[in-house]
């Protein structure tokens, strides 16, 4: 694969301070592809102070150019489709067909909700004798995940650029050909150098120095709960703002007039997109103890026909931690339906799909986040269990609802303690608010509310 020995900074690429190197590995058949640069705190430093430059002129464009910046990113995202979905393959493992789809289809429709809303956003307004201006807050210090490689990128920088913001993007390192290339196609766009600029480098070492860079002035993180806190902790010592997404445990309520097979089916499907990779995915099925058995039947009958069609996981180490889980599924007492710990293949970083019965709610399984594809059925006696089922985790990022109406539905999801609720398999709503409760995160990406993240309010009374 193509990869730049360099950091794209101040809208140049240019060598690292360093020489060291991160190799990215293809999860298929643990063959390294290529090696990129493991920025160091000098790196961060240099990206910042671009940015930095940068921001005076930027936050004065009129939202109309920076609107038509972004739409060019589109444009630049939708004519390297073909290109974007064969590197997420080969960087992360996905299944060519999921890469095109979702991978590299979905950051198109969210770059062009930004090119819409920077034309269109209210950043001024009128309030009885005051004048409410929404300013960009600075530099955004942008950290995102592997799992989903270029939709968190663009979720995070669309945003911040049409808020008036530049960026210092740091991606994960497992997949930063990715984020590489995106940052060919912003070039392309024309944005002003410094606008936008990339260090790649390990979480600890970039990703840190990032986070606590005093030039920084809002951090956007996705990731796991625990770097979250470290995150939030860096940022709170230095009163920065931060924009926090992070883990899921998300609950799959199927109460018991709706399509059962329907809604078991669609689950197991859910959780096994992306390998399981998904923060948002409804790993916990709550099915009502008069269906049970048959649900249990119908979600092992799913999951058998993925095999390993689903694609590996992201390295070794996810591998051993996924594998890991279901081991203390079972010492636990929950009942295998389908896949188990072995490995489906000798070569790769494959799990097989599985299904967990007989799962009580304080179980490690049903409380942990995984991220692979394990689907636990848990039972429920009736709609206050239920209730209390869903909510009794430290998590609160997603969730879904099953009814034999929209409105039965509604009526249980209001009462869940998560973010986002699908609604009888609701489809993906690239302008609707995504984001957690509790443990889950703080803020929200996509859409309105996610433009509001990177802005601060001034208010001139008259």
């Not at 940068?54 to 995202?77: K, S, Y």
């Not at 180490?317 to 293949?345: D, S």
């Not at 302008?431 to 433009?451: D, I, N, Q």
């Amino acid at each position: 694969m193509k990869a730049h020995d360099g950091m794209y900074i101040g809208g140049a690429w240019r060598p690292a301070v360093a020489g060291d190197t991160i190799p990215v590995v293809n999860p298929v058949d643990e063959e390294v592809i290529a090696h990129v640069p493991a920025g160091t705190a000098a790196d961060v430093d240099a990206a910042v102070r671009a940015a930095r430059a940068a921001l005076p002129g930027w936050a004065a464009t009129p939202p109309g150019e920076r609107a038509a910046r972004i739409g060019a990113i589109r444009d630049g995202l939708a004519a390297r489709q073909g290109e974007i979905a064969e590197t997420v393959t080969a960087e992360l493992g996905a299944p060519p067909r999921f890469s095109e789809a979702v991978h590299a289809a979905v950051p198109v429709l969210v770059a062009g909700s930004y090119a819409d809303l920077a034309a269109t956003y209210a950043f001024e307004e009128q309030v009885g004798n005051s004048t409410v201006y929404a300013e960009p807050v600075g530099v955004v210090g942008a950290i995102t995940p592997w799992n989903y490689p270029l939709h968190q990128i663009v979720a995070k920088v669309a945003p911040a650029l049409a808020a008036g913001c530049t960026v210092v993007l740091k991606p994960a390192e497992d997949t930063p050909l990715t984020a590489q290339l995106f940052a060919e196609i912003v070039h392309e766009a024309g944005l002003p150098a410094g606008v936008f600029n990339l260090v790649t480098g390990l979480g600890p070492v970039a990703g840190q120095a990032l986070a606590e860079h005093d030039g920084v002035d809002l951090v956007s993180f996705t990731g796991s709960t625990a770097v979250g806190k470290r995150i939030g902790a860096l940022a709170g010592a230095a009163v920065k703002r931060v924009a926090l997404e992070l883990g899921g445990k998300s609950a799959n309520v199927i109460l018991p007039s709706a399509d059962l097979a329907k809604a078991v089916h669609v689950g197991v499907a859910n959780v096994m997109a992306n390998s399981g990779q998904t923060c948002s995915a409804w790993t916990r099925m709550l099915v009502h103890t008069s269906q049970y058995d048959e649900a249990v039947e119908l979600a092992g009958a799913a999951a058998a026909k993925y095999g390993d069609r689903i694609g590996p996981v992201v390295n070794d180490r996810q591998r051993a931690r996924v594998r890991g889980y279901i081991e203390r599924g079972v010492e636990e007492g929950a009942r295998l339906v389908a896949g188990g710990p072995e490995a489906p293949r000798e070569q790769g970083y494959f799990v097989s799909p599985t299904v967990f019965a007989d799962v009580t709610p304080g179980m490690t399984i049903a409380q942990e986040e995984i991220f692979g594809p394990v689907v636990s059925l848990i039972r429920y006696e009736d709609e206050a269990d239920a209730e209390a089922i869903a909510n009794g985790t430290v998590y609160g990022l997603a969730g879904a609802v099953w009814a034999g109406d929209d409105a039965e539905a509604v009526a249980f999801a209001r009462r869940l303690h998560t973010g986002q609720v699908d609604i009888n398999g609701g489809s993906f709503n690239p302008l609707a608010p995504f984001g957690g409760y509790k443990e889950s995160g703080v803020g929200r990406e996509l859409g309105a509310h996610g433009l509001s993240e990177y802005l601060q309010t001034k208010s001139l009374q008259f």
